[in-house]
Nanobody, 117 residues
Framework: QVQLVESGGGLVQPGGSLRLSCAAS????????MGWYRQGPGKQRELVAT???????NYADSVKGRFTISRDNVNYTVYLQMNSLKVEDTAVYYC???????????WGQGTQVTVSS
Protein backbone atom coordinates (compact mmCIF):
# COMPACT_ATOMS: atom_id res chain seq x y z
CA GLN A 1 0.00 0.00 0.00
CA VAL A 2 1.42 3.34 -1.05
CA GLN A 3 1.16 6.14 1.47
CA LEU A 4 1.65 9.87 1.01
CA VAL A 5 1.88 12.07 4.10
CA GLU A 6 1.79 15.83 3.75
CA SER A 7 3.06 18.34 6.29
CA GLY A 8 3.96 22.00 6.54
CA GLY A 9 0.59 23.67 6.23
CA GLY A 10 -0.58 26.42 8.54
CA LEU A 11 -1.65 30.02 8.89
CA VAL A 12 0.42 32.72 7.19
CA GLN A 13 -0.08 36.38 6.39
CA PRO A 14 -0.38 37.63 2.82
CA GLY A 15 3.06 37.96 1.29
CA GLY A 16 4.47 35.24 3.51
CA SER A 17 5.97 31.86 2.68
CA LEU A 18 5.39 28.22 3.52
CA ARG A 19 7.04 24.99 2.45
CA LEU A 20 4.93 21.88 2.12
CA SER A 21 6.44 18.41 2.25
CA CYS A 22 5.07 15.08 1.11
CA ALA A 23 6.79 11.95 2.35
CA ALA A 24 6.15 8.84 0.27
CA SER A 25 6.46 5.21 1.24
CA UNK A 26 8.09 2.69 -1.01
CA UNK A 27 10.67 2.74 -3.75
CA UNK A 28 8.00 3.45 -6.37
CA UNK A 29 8.61 7.12 -5.77
CA UNK A 30 11.44 7.49 -8.23
CA UNK A 31 9.37 6.58 -11.31
CA UNK A 32 6.16 8.42 -10.45
CA UNK A 33 5.17 11.91 -11.49
CA MET A 34 4.53 13.76 -8.25
CA GLY A 35 2.16 16.66 -7.94
CA TRP A 36 0.46 19.12 -5.67
CA TYR A 37 -3.21 19.93 -6.03
CA ARG A 38 -5.46 22.17 -3.96
CA GLN A 39 -9.11 22.60 -3.16
CA GLY A 40 -10.30 25.95 -1.90
CA PRO A 41 -13.58 26.61 -0.07
CA GLY A 42 -16.47 25.93 -2.43
CA LYS A 43 -14.13 25.13 -5.31
CA GLN A 44 -13.12 22.05 -7.26
CA ARG A 45 -9.73 20.46 -6.77
CA GLU A 46 -7.18 22.01 -9.13
CA LEU A 47 -3.64 21.36 -10.25
CA VAL A 48 -0.94 23.46 -8.61
CA ALA A 49 2.29 21.89 -9.88
CA THR A 50 3.76 18.60 -11.05
CA UNK A 51 7.27 17.21 -11.40
CA UNK A 52 8.23 14.15 -13.42
CA UNK A 53 10.77 11.52 -12.47
CA UNK A 54 13.25 13.36 -14.67
CA UNK A 55 12.62 16.69 -13.00
CA UNK A 56 10.43 18.41 -15.60
CA UNK A 57 7.97 20.75 -13.94
CA ASN A 58 4.59 22.19 -14.76
CA TYR A 59 2.72 24.95 -12.92
CA ALA A 60 -0.73 26.45 -12.87
CA ASP A 61 -0.66 29.98 -14.27
CA SER A 62 -1.90 31.33 -10.94
CA VAL A 63 1.24 30.19 -9.09
CA LYS A 64 3.97 30.62 -11.72
CA GLY A 65 6.84 32.67 -10.38
CA ARG A 66 5.68 32.24 -6.77
CA PHE A 67 5.67 28.48 -6.14
CA THR A 68 8.44 25.95 -6.75
CA ILE A 69 8.03 22.18 -6.77
CA SER A 70 11.03 19.92 -6.17
CA ARG A 71 11.72 16.31 -5.30
CA ASP A 72 14.29 14.33 -3.35
CA ASN A 73 14.55 10.87 -4.86
CA VAL A 74 16.83 9.65 -2.07
CA ASN A 75 14.47 10.51 0.76
CA TYR A 76 11.25 9.94 -1.26
CA THR A 77 9.95 13.42 -0.58
CA VAL A 78 8.38 16.10 -2.75
CA TYR A 79 8.27 19.74 -1.72
CA LEU A 80 6.25 22.80 -2.60
CA GLN A 81 7.90 26.10 -1.74
CA MET A 82 5.24 28.79 -1.69
CA ASN A 83 6.29 32.45 -1.68
CA SER A 84 4.34 35.70 -1.96
CA LEU A 85 1.23 33.93 -0.72
CA LYS A 86 -2.14 35.46 -1.45
CA VAL A 87 -5.49 35.12 0.28
CA GLU A 88 -6.72 33.19 -2.75
CA ASP A 89 -4.07 30.53 -2.14
CA THR A 90 -6.08 29.41 0.89
CA ALA A 91 -6.98 25.75 0.36
CA VAL A 92 -6.36 22.20 1.39
CA TYR A 93 -3.24 21.08 -0.46
CA TYR A 94 -2.99 17.47 -1.58
CA CYS A 95 0.02 15.45 -2.66
CA UNK A 96 -0.43 13.12 -5.64
CA UNK A 97 1.60 10.29 -7.13
CA UNK A 98 0.82 9.27 -10.70
CA UNK A 99 2.32 6.25 -12.47
CA UNK A 100 3.76 7.28 -15.86
CA UNK A 101 1.63 4.65 -17.64
CA UNK A 102 -1.48 5.62 -15.72
CA UNK A 103 -1.88 2.27 -13.98
CA UNK A 104 -1.92 3.72 -10.46
CA UNK A 105 -2.65 7.01 -8.77
CA UNK A 106 -2.44 7.91 -5.10
CA TRP A 107 -3.47 10.83 -2.90
CA GLY A 108 -2.37 12.09 0.48
CA GLN A 109 -4.79 13.18 3.18
CA GLY A 110 -4.21 16.90 2.60
CA THR A 111 -2.81 19.78 4.61
CA GLN A 112 -4.57 23.07 5.25
CA VAL A 113 -2.99 26.33 4.12
CA THR A 114 -4.68 29.51 5.28
CA VAL A 115 -3.51 32.92 4.09
CA SER A 116 -5.05 35.67 6.17
CA SER A 117 -4.15 38.87 7.93
Amino acid sequence: QVQLVESGGGLVQPGGSLRLSCAASGTFFTIYTMGWYRQGPGKQRELVATITSGGSTNYADSVKGRFTISRDNVNYTVYLQMNSLKVEDTAVYYCNADHPRGVANYWGQGTQVTVSS
